[in-house]
């Protein structure tokens, strides 16, 4: 603690610290702006975890020069801590964009889906938006559930229970709303909107749920533009919360 107080108590740090964290949080008010391309939003996010990132490393630096030379390992310690922040961040950036479809496929023991017709509806509609075709896959679950991933490799999960539930329109519906996310890279900001809340303190006081029904409503209106109706789409919601509330 008196650490802290010290390194606060010079000026220039104090100046760093408050200007670090007022940029930084305008920052993650911008990104809430839906007139933004996603690329851009994501970037205001993670600068704005970069921008987090600041004090710390000034603070490790001050307080490494406050401790007496002997005390090796702790200096050692704090000098790291900027760099272990931001290693372990960017590690989960990594590891969602090139890990989490495979880690969500052997979590749910997915299998690739073998629906020949939805597969080659999928592939025209992909070639149409100059995508790149999605791998299909199919989750062991009762449960109706359908998400995606728009990484190097793109890939669209959807149970077992959404066939039981879904007409063939229905699910077509639902995976031009998941080719609808995967074009506008909507996971990507699910994800980048996730980890920020995880990490930064600042996120618990900027409401970032607008960001997540933004994406949804998109992928609903290019299902609804597809398909030319908003028949489909509507119906499958309506389906699908049924289930969830029968079940509770």
């Given at each position: 603690?008196?650490?802290?107080?010290?390194?606060?108590?010079?000026?220039?740090?104090?100046?760093?610290?408050?200007?670090?964290?007022?940029?930084?949080?305008?920052?993650?008010?911008?990104?809430?702006?839906?007139?933004?391309?996603?690329?851009?939003?994501?970037?205001?996010?993670?600068?704005?975890?970069?921008?987090?990132?600041?004090?710390?490393?000034?603070?490790?630096?001050?307080?490494?020069?406050?401790?007496?030379?002997?005390?090796?390992?702790?200096?050692?310690?704090?000098?790291?801590?900027?760099?272990?922040?931001?290693?372990?961040?960017?590690?989960?950036?990594?590891?969602?964009?090139?890990?989490?479809?495979?880690?969500?496929?052997?979590?749910?023991?997915?299998?690739e889906l073998k629906n020949a017709e939805l597969r080659k509806f999928v592939s025209?509609?992909?070639?149409?938006?100059?995508?790149?075709?999605?791998?299909?896959?199919?989750?062991?679950?009762a449960t109706p559930v359908a998400f995606s991933f728009s990484s190097y490799k793109?890939?669209?999960?959807?149970?077992?229970?959404?066939?039981?539930?879904?007409?063939?329109?229905?699910?077509?519906?639902?995976?031009?709303?998941?080719?609808?996310?995967?074009?506008?890279?909507?996971?990507?900001?699910?994800?980048?909107?996730?980890?920020?809340?995880?990490?930064?303190?600042?996120?618990?006081?900027?409401?970032?749920?607008?960001?997540?029904?933004?994406?949804?409503?998109?992928?609903?209106?290019?299902?609804?533009?597809?398909?030319?109706?908003?028949?489909?789409?509507?119906?499958?919601?309506?389906?699908?919360?049924?289930?969830?509330?029968?079940?509770?």
């Amino acid at each position: 603690m008196n650490l802290v107080v010290s390194f606060l108590a010079d000026p220039a740090y104090f100046a760093i610290t408050v200007g670090s964290l007022v940029i930084a949080t305008m920052l993650l008010l911008a990104s809430r702006n839906k007139q933004l391309s996603v690329t851009s939003r994501v970037f205001l996010i993670y600068a704005h975890i970069a921008l987090l990132i600041v004090p710390v490393a000034f603070f490790a630096y001050s307080s490494g020069c406050m401790i007496p030379a002997y005390d090796c390992n702790v200096k050692t310690l704090l000098y790291s801590l900027p760099f272990i922040i931001g290693g372990a961040v960017v590690a989960a950036g990594v590891i969602g964009y090139f890990a989490l479809p495979q880690l969500y496929r052997r979590r749910f023991s997915a299998k690739e889906l073998k629906n020949a017709e939805l597969r080659k509806f999928v592939s025209a509609h992909a070639r149409r938006m100059r995508l790149r075709t999605p791998s299909l896959f199919l989750l062991d679950t009762a449960t109706p559930v359908a998400f995606s991933f728009s990484s190097y490799k793109p890939a669209i999960f959807l149970s077992l229970g959404m066939f039981d539930v879904l007409s063939k329109k229905e699910i077509e519906s639902v995976v031009l709303h998941e080719l609808g996310h995967i074009k506008h890279r909507s996971p990507l900001m699910k994800f980048s909107t996730k980890l920020v809340k995880l990490v930064s303190p600042v996120a618990l006081f900027v409401p970032m749920q607008s960001n997540l029904s933004h994406e949804e409503c998109y992928a609903d209106a290019f299902a609804v533009k597809v398909q030319g109706t908003a028949k489909y789409v509507t119906s499958a919601r309506q389906k699908i919360e049924d289930f969830y509330a029968f079940q509770g």
